[in-house]
């Protein structure tokens, strides 16, 4: 029914926006290919009501969930393009910033190989630098490189990861 009044009303963005509500909150208990499914509705209304800020942020929590949900890299690969995408066209959102950053993390902990990992904790370095202020965003890069430490086969790298984390906690305190 929200649906059929959307296409009535195409102006009235609160109507958009509780239906954007309500796909969000059905993806929260639906499974990571139904989410999927539902999201992929969803992107096209952000598209199309891209100037309602509100809209883009409930996408871009419905987006950080689904990275956590999905397990292939490359499914989840494909929801970060999307929160990069985001992140981009709003670049002063921190929530927005935090979802990309949180989705990046979560790609971190499903990637097998070290070297993938530290690409990916790379990115999130970039983040880092490029929002230094974002608290968060900073504390989920040193997150990625916690469990790179872990991930790390050679103790010369790890040394490595853990001295950087040392600079990092000075820097910071």
């Known amino acids: 029914m929200l649906k059929e009044w959307i296409e009535k009303y195409p102006q009235q963005h609160n109507i958009v926006l509780e239906y954007i509500k309500c796909l969000g909150r059905l993806s929260f208990i639906q499974n990571a290919e139904e989410a999927k499914q539902t999201i992929n509705n969803m992107k096209e209304l952000v598209e199309k009501y891209s100037d309602n800020i509100e809209i883009a942020l409930i996408y871009s929590d419905i987006l950080q969930h689904l990275s ?18 985001l992140a981009e066209k ?4 921190n929530d927005i910033i935090f979802n990309y950053a949180t989705s990046l993390f979560n790609l971190s902990v499903e990637q097998q190989e070290v070297e993938k990992v530290k690409q990916t904790t790379q990115y999130l370095k970039g983040l880092a630098e490029k929002y230094p202020k974002h608290e968060y965003v900073v504390l989920v890069y040193v997150k990625s490189l916690v469990n790179l430490a ?11 990861t853990v001295q950087y984390l040392k600079e990092l906690a000075e820097k910071y305190a």
């Open 150 to 160: 872990f991930d790390q086969k050679e103790m010369k790298e790890r040394k490595q």
């Open 90 to 93: 709003y670049p002063n959102e």
């Open 68 to 85: 956590f949900i999905q397990q292939d890299v490359e499914e989840i690969n494909q929801t970060i393009q999307y929160l990069k995408e």
